[in-house]
C-alpha cells in the first residue's frame, strides 16, 4: 500500500467533523506527547507575563549556556524558541524582547569568552536586524523604554571584532538617532 502524505486540509476536515470532546482528547493527546506540546499549549492558553520570562530564560540558555555545562550554543534552537512564543501568543513586543535578548546573550558571550566564528557573528547580525525591524513595529512608547538598553548593547558590543561589532554600533546608533525625540 502506498504511503500517502495528508496535508493539513486533509487533516483539518476530519477534524471539523469531531466533537468537543473529541478534539480535547487530541489536544491532551498532544500535550502529554512532549514538552514542546506542553510548553506551546500553556503558554496559548494560560497566558501570563511568566510565560514571557521562561522563554527569555530558554532563549538566554541556547545563546549562552552554562560554560561549564555540556550544552553547546544553540542558535538554531533560540529561533525556533522565538518563532513558538510567536505562534503560541503573537504578542511582538514580547517576540521583540526574546530577539533583543538573543542578541544581548550573544554578545555577552562573545565578549565573554570571545569568538572567532563568522557565521555566529552572521546569525547575531541577522537577529540586529530583526529586533531593529521588530521595534520600528511597536508603538513609540515601547520603543523609548528600550534606547537605554540598546545603548548598553551598542556600548558593549562595538568591542567586538569580526566586523560585529562596528555593524552593531553602525546598526544600532543608527536606529537610536531616528528614535531620539527632536
Not at 93 to 111: D, I, P
Request: charged content about 30%; aromatic content about 10%.
Amino acid at each position: 500500500m502506498a504511503n500517502k502524505n495528508f496535508s493539513w486540509n486533509e487533516v483539518k476536515r476530519r477534524l471539523h467533523g469531531s466533537t468537543t470532546e473529541k478534539l480535547l482528547e487530541v489536544i491532551r493527546d498532544l500535550y502529554q506527547l512532549n514538552s514542546i506540546n506542553r510548553r506551546f499549549l500553556e503558554t496559548r492558553f494560560l497566558r501570563s507575563d511568566a510565560n514571557l520570562e521562561r522563554y527569555r530564560e530558554l532563549v538566554s540558555k541556547a545563546i549562552f549556556p552554562d560554560p561549564f555545562g555540556r550544552r553547546k550554543t544553540s542558535i538554531a534552537q533560540a529561533k525556533r524558541l522565538i518563532r513558538e512564543y510567536d505562534k503560541a501568543t503573537g504578542d511582538s513586543a514580547g517576540v521583540t524582547e526574546l530577539k533583543l535578548t538573543f542578541v544581548e546573550q550573544g554578545t555577552n558571550q562573545a565578549l565573554e569568552f570571545g569568538c572567532d566564528d563568522d557565521q555566529y557573528f552572521a546569525a547575531m547580525a541577522s537577529m540586529v536586524n530583526s529586533a531593529i525591524e521588530s521595534l520600528r513595529e511597536l508603538p513609540d512608547e515601547i520603543r523609548q523604554r528600550h534606547i537605554p538598553r540598546l545603548e548598553n548593547l551598542r556600548n558593549r558590543g562595538s568591542r567586538l571584532a569580526w566586523g560585529y561589532g562596528d555593524f552593531l554600533n553602525d546598526a544600532l546608533a543608527q536606529f537610536i538617532l531616528e528614535e531620539r525625540p527632536d
